[in-house]
């Protein structure tokens, strides 16, 4: 069966420092990955998506950036955070076709 | 236009009671999917129930089911029997066609389940 495993489940950074989120799947191949972000009580926004190694899309400019360098993993990145970063990160991933997501257990991430 | 609606920021149900959370969504595209999501405190998303755009009859999954209103485009998930453990933030989610990148969330409604 597919799993997704997401880290780290939370993190406090300061202002200006990098960051680093690492989702990967397991048991599926070429699986379509997103990257969501949850500001507290609200719903969800996409900020990239990928659909193979490689290939990503940004769906929101700002200063986070995403990579794909295997096909089953999926790095949330920033040279220099800001407080406005602070949220629920949410990875996510999705067969081809009429499928839904399903979600990693989210990094709560918190800019201090 | 929203692509997805939800009118209920919060709702409270008694314990064991019924509830319904509403949804409306907004597409032309004749093939696309409706989900509902569930997410408790911890964070997690939690998928719940689906209704494709072509299926004939509602969808039920053990205490959940899924009103599809196809002409009032309303897909309102129905829980029966409440139970605390239901008290979460609930989603509703369209995916239209099968593009990767349309997929779209309603801004959520907060279940608190009275005991």
């Known amino acids: 069966s597919q799993t997704i495993h997401q880290w780290p489940a939370t993190l406090v950074q300061p202002v200006g420092s990098p960051l680093s989120l690492e989702c990967t799947v397991e048991?599926?191949?070429?699986?379509?990955l997103y990257w969501y972000r949850q500001a507290a009580g609200r719903g969800l926004q996409l900020l990239f998506y990928?659909?193979?190694?490689?290939?990503i899309s940004s769906e929101v400019p700002q200063n986070l950036s995403a990579s794909r360098p295997q096909d089953r993993q999926f790095i949330l990145s920033s040279k220099k955070l800001l407080l406005s970063d602070s949220g629920f990160y949410l990875c996510?991933?999705?067969?081809?076709?009429?499928?839904?997501?399903?979600f990693g257990s989210g990094t709560r991430l918190t800019v201090v | 236009a929203q692509k997805i609606t939800q009118t209920q920021p919060g709702m409270f149900v008694q314990e064991k009671e019924a509830v319904t959370l509403d949804c409306t969504y907004d597409?032309?595209?004749?093939?696309?999917?409706l989900f509902w999501y569930k997410q408790p405190s911890s964070g997690e998303m939690i998928f719940l129930i689906y209704?494709?755009?072509?299926?004939?009859q509602n969808a039920t999954e053990g205490r959940y089911s899924l009103n599809f209103q196809k002409a009032r485009k309303s897909a309102n998930l129905v829980i029966s029997a409440s139970q605390l453990g239901d008290s979460a933030m609930y989603f509703c989610?369209?995916?239209?066609?099968?593009?990767?990148?349309?997929?779209?969330f309603g801004t959520g409604t907060s279940l608190t389940v009275i005991p």
């Open positions: 209704q494709g755009s072509y299926d004939q």
């Open positions: 048991g599926t191949s070429n699986p379509n």
């Open positions: 990928s659909v193979g190694i490689g290939q």
């Open positions: 989610a369209m995916r239209e066609g099968s593009f990767v990148y349309q997929f779209y």
């Open positions: 996510a991933w999705r067969a081809g076709g009429m499928g839904g997501y399903t």
């Open positions: 597409t032309s595209d004749p093939s696309y999917g």
